[in-house]
């Protein structure tokens, strides 16, 4: 697994500014102040930071924007990147700084020259999600025959708070890598049964790690689960990850969809594009980076994560369009359509942890429809609640992070699409609403007295492009927001 580039605040000293092989980056405001550290880069390269700190191209730049000195003069280093930044940022402009810094850094080391900066810890977070690379499946080196690797030190004025910050910072950078990692590996890597080995190490983390196979599953009545991967070679199953931080207080449940491939099923997909649903087990993705991130920093709650890993594949044993499933609920489905399966996966999953575990809250994640692409393109997920306190506060840490959702309706007007000649209900509506008719047959495995969300991520999960701290591919679009969720709200 990728693992995030070494982070270290050290104390300010100036004279060996001039020695850093690699990349500087430097701060100055939005009035073309100069701190002790800028005015020692200006001095060295022969007033360059002060000449672009009083032209229009600095002018025209936002706040945490950057823009870079290659091969400045009087310096080793081989490029100085200039942000414009006050020392008290403000609407993010902290962590766009980062992202800018991780952007540029290309594996090399890079001196951070951020004196007393407010929001530090920000600027490092930034810094250390964009420098992501998903390198497992290339051979390429670097001019030491190395893997391609980089670090970022911060040079600031109370190095020892600083410090205080980096574990957690750590734990953050770590859990959206290791989502990041799930969502881009390819299938035939991660298979059911490896992604399952890969959350069974979170137990050296202290976590309660459960793995439920076929027969279990078959015994405890996920038949709609189990029927998604009847057609393929790799066995379904259900992992459980409990982690107690907490007192003896309910726990908080995440759900997510962990289909490995989705071709489809008998409903197959086009051929274009269908290398993507690698891709379609990121809303397990997302689970397995928060439950990690949360029981690297210790957080002080109860959290459960399920997940459930199958994979959607045509085969003479796959399930039919026309086949009738019965849920662990007890309720009948009328598959429409096979490759509307990630519903089928959920519900289940959700029946079981509402049972056995009688959680305070319920939070769903899933590539669940192409629908909510249509409504929402990649800039938000679709967030879908039946309790507005919970809905409010997982919105509120979404904007807090720059993780972009937004509220779509629920309604039993809608559930008239889903109504079934043979069984209990169908498992897909029409194209009509379809993001919305998806979370109506997800609302009828909620228990009543269950604050519930379903976030449908399928737009934000991956990019085609560069998301705001991700380059393209997967996001880790969710880790930081349900993490910021469970500390402002569960955590003792």
């Known amino acids: 697994m990728t693992a995030p580039a070494a982070l270290e605040f050290v104390a300010v000293d100036i004279d060996q500014i001039a020695e850093h092989e690699g990349r500087i980056a430097v701060f100055v405001s939005t009035s073309g102040k100069l701190d002790q550290t800028a005015r020692r880069v200006n001095r060295l390269t022969r007033g360059a930071l002060e000449r672009f700190a009083e032209s229009k191209a600095f002018a025209k730049m936002k706040a945490g924007e950057a823009r870079e000195l290659a091969f400045p003069t009087g310096l080793a280093a081989e490029a100085v990147q200039v942000i414009k930044l006050d020392r008290k940022p403000e609407d993010g402009a902290a962590r766009k700084a980062g992202v800018n810094i991780g952007k540029g850094a290309g594996g090399k080391p890079v001196l951070v020259l951020a004196g007393n900066i407010k929001d530090v810890e920000e600027v490092a977070l930034g810094a250390l999600l964009r420098a992501y690379e998903y390198r497992d499946h290339k051979t390429e080196k670097n001019d030491d025959g190395e893997d391609i690797a980089g670090g970022f030190t911060f040079m600031v004025t109370r190095p020892e708070e600083a410090q205080e910050s980096a574990d957690e910072i750590e734990a953050l950078a770590q859990g959206v890598f290791f989502t990041r990692d799930l969502v881009n590996a390819p299938s035939n890597v991660l298979t059911t049964e490896r992604f399952a080995e890969e959350l069974l190490a979170l137990k ?289």
């Open 204 to 492: 050296d983390l202290g976590a309660k790690v459960t793995v439920l196979d076929e027969p279990e599953l078959e015994k405890l009545g996920m038949r709609t689960l189990l029927a998604v991967g009847m057609g393929s070679e790799c066995p379904s199953k259900v992992v459980v990850i409990d982690w107690k931080g907490g007192g003896e207080e309910r726990p908080l449940a995440l759900v997510g969809k962990g289909v490995v491939f989705d071709t489809g099923g008998i409903s197959l997909k086009p051929a274009g594009g269908m290398e993507d649903m690698t891709m379609d087990m990121g809303g397990a993705g997302t689970v397995a980076g928060v439950m990690k991130a949360l029981a690297l920093r210790k957080a002080k709650a109860n959290v459960v994560g399920i997940v459930g890993l199958v994979e959607n594949m045509p085969d003479g044993r796959a399930q039919r369009p026309g086949d009738v499933v019965k849920s662990m609920k007890g309720d009948t489905v009328e598959v429409i359509n096979t490759d509307a399966e990630g519903r089928l996966v959920l519900c289940d999953i959700m029946w079981y942890v509402q049972e056995k575990y009688n959680p305070v809250g319920m939070i769903d994640l899933a590539t669940l429809t192409g629908a909510i692409i249509i409504g929402l393109g990649h800039e938000n997920a679709g967030v879908f609640s039946n309790n507005d306190v919970l809905c409010d506060a997982f919105l509120k840490a979404a904007e807090t992070e720059n993780e972009g959702a937004w509220r779509m309706p629920l309604g039993p007007a809608y559930d008239k699409q889903l109504k079934s000649n043979v069984a209990d209900m169908k498992n897909v509506g029409g194209r009509a609403a379809g993001s919305i008719t998806a979370a109506q047959f997800l609302q009828r495995f909620v228990k009543d007295d269950t604050p519930w969300i379903h976030l449908d991520i399928a737009g934000v999960a991956s990019l085609k492009s560069d998301g705001p701290a991700s380059p393209k591919g997967a996001s880790g679009w969710g880790v930081l927001a349900l993490n910021r969720l469970v500390a402002d709200r569960f955590e003792d």
